[in-house]
């Protein structure tokens, strides 16, 4: 591999020169500029990241906590997140935590270790080692979380109460996430700020996770508790697929004996039938904006917004009753 | 951040028995070894990757080039490598290759200037820019890799084509996968191993990318075209399921109308109604196996078999008719 003396060499000029050209700091000359970037090209130098990042301390790393990446949510703000990462230069690591599980410290020494510049987290909790690695929470965020990115989850609640309210919803169970997730207590409190003043009659389920192992149970639960039920508002999309397939093999129609909505509007939820109708959450907005903020804070740009809320949209398919005219 | 000095001084050992320590090399008294991993453990001392990896030229990270993270068959993927990466120590740089984008070399580039000690790649043609960077492929393997770990695909499709036969296949509409991916002509190649020794009636549709995007117009695009449709063998299950939803949309019963398999097991194939019966590739083993593959080569062990083939399974659920009796 070709060592910046070499590169210094063919290009005639000073290694001084081709290293201010490298880092883009000092005057370089357009002439020197141009013989510089043409001898790096024909000898394929690599400017060795590692040892720049001995150098200034710190990588151009993020490192990236995700609870759970097989829910085809977390894909989407992955996407996200690799889009504006890569326009700034950074490239990504991942740490998967299970949900539940402890594995988030271990990975946030891994983190450490690996000098990683900052770190997006969207794993409740997430502790940060060193005061000098900044961290910016995602999608699950808590008000202690100075810089955040996230989803109104208050009004994705209220969405999702009033398309069921508009839509005859007689006998209503409402699936809501687990209570260490903040979103899903938000979501709860935007459903039952909007049911709360009908007479429409509800049922509250609370689960631990947002797993399909869970939605399946979950889903065959219901049923077996509350008999006859007209809708259901679910606390992610899984959880309502289990719901409309558990419906189905019962022998009920989708949406005439029970409506269902879920939330997240992930890739699958169009591929059912009837196509789900669900909150659509921003992921890759979420994804791409926590990505840049955290940019800013590791060159300590002046920030003016440091917790970014974003509204989520009611995505209407077939899953829910015709609208009644009032 | 506590220093290695202070590692030793605390310790009472010299700062070389602390290195010898660390690295595993050399000898060290049981008893030393106590006081230094006490030492180590009080003063929350971190031994830096990167000054490490700058002076063995490599550091414990790999790089992954995936070619869609938002199919649901990649995060399964990603969980088994991620967790026999970690069982070795290693960590994971993510790159996601939007299919059919030059976005693959950009990646390897920054690959070698990050010195990752090995790239992980499930994207075609992927060319290692340095000899001194081992590439272990997965999933999608050409017969010039070297070393690879993938599934049985002629198997795979000779499974699911025996499926389709056993039950009054009718006619059949066969959805192949891109030929650009070398599993995709496996698949078919098993599919009509089967099917053409029998007198089934069958057509073939070849598609561009195993995109759900794609999947939605081909669903469409073959009731058009083949009118009625007895049995379709789809490239994945994306397309299955878009094949189902498309089939009941029509007012066609699944699987008494038309029966469908699909190839991959992602995990929404059981939270659809009827479920999808599916050939299930062992995508975490495929993972999981790449990736303590990978840090064998790094580590010049001795390897027996340079390419791992996985037998897939038939999972049956209830969108194929019942099996006749012969």
């Known amino acids: 591999m070709a060592t910046i003396k070499e590169v210094a060499k063919l290009a005639g000029v000073s290694v001084a020169t081709v290293s201010r050209t490298l880092n883009k700091n000092g005057y370089v000359s357009e002439n020197a500029r141009e013989k510089v970037e043409a001898a790096i090209k024909e000898l394929e130098y690599y400017p060795n990241e590692v040892a720049r990042s001995l150098f200034q301390k ?37 740490g998967n935590v299970e949900e539940g599980s402890e594995a988030g410290n271990d990975y946030m020494t891994l983190f450490a270790q690996q000098n990683v510049a900052g770190v997006l987290s969207a794993v409740e909790n997430t502790l940060s080692h060193q005061q000098a690695m900044p961290v910016v929470m995602l999608d699950r965020v808590m008000e202690v979380d100075d810089y955040a990115v996230y989803t109104n989850d ?42 709360n003043p009908t007479n429409v009659e509800y049922e509250i389920v609370e689960t631990q996770s947002f797993s399909i192992k869970e939605a399946e149970v979950t889903a065959k639960e219901i ?50 039938y009837p196509g789900l109708t669900t909150i659509s959450q921003p992921a890759f907005q979420v ?18 917004n440091k917790r970014i809320k974003l509204d989520p949209e009611l995505v209407v398919r077939d899953s829910l009753r015709e609208r009644e005219e009032k």
Chains 1, 2 share one sequence.
Not at 170 to 178: D, E, L, Q, R, T
């Open 58 to 94: 710190t990588s151009k790393m993020i490192g990236l906590l995700l609870p759970d990446i097989s829910n085809p949510y977390f894909p989407l703000l992955m996407k996200g997140i690799e889009e504006s990462a890569r326009e700034h230069g950074y490239s990504i690591i991942l």
């Open 154 to 195: 208050v009004k994705g609640g209220i969405l999702a109460a009033q398309a069921i309210v508009d839509r005859d919803p007689g006998k209503v169970v409402i699936i809501a996430g687990p209570k260490t997730v903040p979103g899903a207590i938000d979501r709860l409190i935007g459903v039952l700020s909007v049911l």
């Open 223 to 272: 049923f077996r508790r509350y008999g006859k039920i007209d809708s259901v508002i679910a606390s992610n999309d899984l959880f309502a697929l289990a719901v409309m397939k558990e419906a189905q093999r019962r022998g009920s129609r989708v949406p005439e004996d029970i409506q269902v909505i879920g939330y997240d509007n992930i890739p699958f939820s169009q591929l059912v």
């Open 287 to 304: 994804g791409y904006q926590a990505a840049d903020l955290l940019v800013r804070r590791i060159k300590q740009k002046d920030i003016q």
